[in-house]
């Protein structure tokens, strides 16, 4: 079977061919605009990591340092489900603040990367002392999250109000 205008016939075996191949194409330049995309997004988060550790002033970085450690500690616990929750979230949370970073640049809006901090500290202080067996060193760091994220939603939610009332402007930037 053919088709065609009259002058031209194809075999329908070609023309869906053709259609295969032109897909085919599409396909590979979504594929490397997602490629572009992914590595833009990791490019991003190797720059926000490099602005807080070069651009933050001595104290800020210090609270960064602690804030990092207080979180990564969740390793040394993660037989724990409290400790497997506060780094899954400590992750998503760097994600959230590197798609803000990407979007939008170092804004006073990174602190909603943060927003699942808040059922995170509310879980864990039910969790402190339920289940947990009195003064053991899980019981301690878990202490030491709550305090540590709840001074850090705190400071997040005075620059996120900056944000809205108008302080939009990227505050560090890498030079060019």
């Known amino acids: ?21 032109t897909a085919k194409l599409y396909n590979e330049t979504e594929q490397k605009k997602g490629d572009r995309q992914v590595y833009g997004f ?5 720059e926000f990591m490099s ?3 070069t651009k933050f002033r001595s104290v800020p970085r210090l609270w960064l340092i602690a804030l990092a450690a207080v979180n990564m500690t ?26 803000i970073y990407y979007r939008w640049g ?8 943060h927003i699942l901090w808040i059922p995170m500290v509310l879980w864990l ?10 003064n053991s060193t899980l019981e301690y760091w878990l202490l030491m ?5 709840t001074i850090s939603l705190l400071i997040d939610a005075v620059d996120v109000i900056r ?10 930037k890498l030079p060019e």
């Open 51 to 53: 602005i807080m550790l």
């Open 145 to 149: 999250v709550i305090v540590i994220n």
């Open 74 to 99: 969740s390793l040394y616990f993660i037989d724990s489900t409290e400790a497997r929750v506060v780094f899954g979230v400590f992750v998503i949370s760097m994600i959230i603040m590197t798609g």
């Open 106 to 113: 170092f804004v006073r809006m990174l602190g909603l990367g």
């Open 42 to 46: 990791f490019k991003a988060m190797i």
């Open 1 to 21: 079977m053919t088709v065609g205008n009259g002058k031209l016939k194809l075999p329908i075996f070609l023309l869906n061919k053709r259609r295969i191949c």
């Open 125 to 134: 202080l039910t969790r402190l002392y339920q289940t947990l067996p009195l």
């Open 163 to 172: 944000y809205i009332k108008g302080e939009r402007s990227p505050y560090y």
